[in-house]
């Protein structure tokens, strides 16, 4: 008996201790919180471009470059084995390549930064 006791009152504190882990404190902001978080993204924004510009945009073009010739070479052995050429996989692909390529050129006045 004393072992079902302890083991109900361990699992009372585990219970416990979890809800107090997971319970939402209430935080008041002092000041002016709005302008705060605007001056942040002013000077965030222009950080975000520069690595999206520079980064991100310059690594999706590698990959989808190095897949389109990939899909190429796939699709003229395919062509040589079976005599049928498929144009879909790589028109898709080389859109994609044009779109990510003149990307920087317009996202930003569509995203407003």
Request: a neutral charge; one cysteine or more.
């Amino acid at each position: 008996m004393k072992k079902s006791i302890k083991r109900t009152i361990a699992c009372e504190l585990a219970a416990i201790m979890a809800f107090m882990n997971f319970a939402v404190l209430n935080a008041n902001a002092a000041g002016d919180v709005a302008s705060a978080v605007s001056g942040t993204w002013d000077s965030a924004k222009g950080q975000i471009k520069t690595v999206v510009d520079d980064v991100v945009f310059p690594v999706i073009d590698v990959i989808l470059a190095i897949l389109l010739f990939v899909k190429i070479g796939l699709a003229y052995m395919d062509y040589r084995n079976h005599g049928k050429l498929e144009w879909s996989p790589i028109a898709i692909i080389f859109a994609c390549l044009v779109f990510t390529l003149t990307a920087p050129l317009y996202i930003w006045s569509i995203v407003n930064i």
